[in-house]
């Protein structure tokens, strides 16, 4: 019999995930904010690793690039697979949105 240990921390899904959507608007008192709360991160997350992949990769970039000179690069390669397989920025999000790790305001409220 396999025995789960409750005190490790729960890693984001890599595939789809079915959420209860009560869930979701907890925190907020609306869905709607909490979507684009989450958006919002994803966003940011998609935007810092690109940004991150762009720079990693901008090193094996070539000033010549023929269709002769191109060969694969197995290290380049490697740091794309590596980049594949990272969750999606969405699961992130909404990882983090549910762990409370995500500061936000809303300045309509506050007024």
Known sequence: ?????????????????TRDLRELDVKTHNIYESLVIMSKRANQISNNVKEE????????????????????NREQIEISKYYEKLPKPSLVAIQEFLED???????????
Do not use: C, G, W
């Open 1 to 17: 019999m396999n025995t789960v240990n409750n005190t490790t921390k729960p890693a984001v899904a890599n595939s789809t995930v």
């Open 53 to 72: 992949l762009h720079q990693k990769l901008s090193e094996f970039a070539s000033s010549n690039d023929n269709l002769e000179e191109v060969f694969e």
């Open 101 to 111: 790790k995500i500061y936000y305001r809303n300045p309509a409220k506050e007024q």
